[in-house]
């Protein structure tokens, strides 16, 4: 069984930064998607940003682009999601999530595990 767990979630100010851990366990995931999305109140669950646990080019949702980057460390088997130059909007609870295949999705329908989700909150 594939367990997710986030962290690093918390209050930002805006312009400020937050770095987001998914710790992944119970399966090897060398053939694994990753991704990250994130829901605010009353919105749907939104694509973030995703990778190829074996490597290759990550893709970004074009309201993150040049400000977060994601990235894993195999030998830890944990995805990380660096957030800069945050902004308000970016308020909501993301989680982490894992595809059994190759290669990522950009739907929340892509993808077959979940973590529990952590709460980012931006002040303007």
């Known amino acids: 069984q594939v367990q997710l767990v986030e962290s690093g979630g918390g209050l930002a100010q805006a312009g400020g930064s937050l770095r987001l851990s998914c710790a992944a366990s119970?399966?090897?995931?060398?053939?694994?998607?990753m991704g990250w999305f994130r829901q605010a109140p009353g919105k749907e669950r939104e694509f973030v940003a995703a990778?190829?646990?074996?490597?290759?080019?990550?893709y970004y949702a074009d309201s993150v682009k040049g400000r977060f980057t994601i990235s894993g460390d195999n030998a830890k088997n944990t995805m990380y999601l660096r957030m800069n130059s945050l902004k308000p909007e970016d308020t909501a609870v993301y989680y982490c999530?894992?595809?059994?295949?190759?290669?990522?999705?950009?739907?929340?329908?892509?993808?077959?595990?979940w973590g529990q989700g952590t709460q980012v909150t931006v002040s303007s």
């Open positions: 999530a894992a595809r059994v295949r190759l290669p990522y999705g950009l739907t929340h329908k892509d993808y077959d595990y």
């Open positions: 119970g399966r090897t995931f060398s053939s694994y998607a």
């Open positions: 990778l190829n646990w074996s490597g290759g080019t990550p």
